[in-house]
């Protein structure tokens, strides 16, 4: 999608993946630019257009349930969140989250920001969670809907040789490389 500032880009992917998730798509990765701000705002958008309530509860001390924002003021589905506005995603977070991606459970969303550690981290932690060897076949058995808020220089491989991959797009590849 490509338009003007404030034109509706981002909610023309918010509602892809509301869809999306109604047609049983289960995971969910938002790359929400390469800056610590773009991604908090790409999470304060997903927490009112998806989520329903304000991911930041989830690590704040006040485990309190927290009043419906958005979507979740018309009631909807129970959608879990890997990130919040406090925080991106990492090992420690998931485990204190106690995270596990599985087709029969609620749709989860990763909002990161689309830097290589932070990619090279979630691919760690779900390849390693969930006992998997894509080399050797074993994949996820949930469907995965990758999205690219800022789809720029970073995302390509802008090396000159096929053989070559810059780091952004190997970490790329690397988690796609996941999910069959």
Known sequence: VMGNVQSGKTQNYLGLINKAMDAGYKVIILLGGHLVDLRKQTQERVDEGILGRESRHLIEQNRKKPAPIGVGEHGGKNVNAGTTTLAD????????????????????????????????????????HHYLAPENGRK?????????????????????????????????????????
């Open 89 to 128: 995603f990492n090992k420690a977070s998931a485990q204190r989250l106690n995270i596990t991606l599985t087709k029969d459970g609620d749709p989860f969303i990763f909002c990161i920001k689309k830097h290589k550690r932070v990619m090279e981290e979630l691919y760690k932690w779900i390849i390693n």
């Open 140 to 180: 996820m058995e949930v469907p995965l809907l990758l999205i690219d808020d800022e789809a720029d220089y970073a995302s390509i491989n802008t090396k000159h040789h096929k053989e070559e991959v810059t780091a952004t797009n190997d970490a790329l590849r690397n988690l796609l490389s996941l999910f069959h």
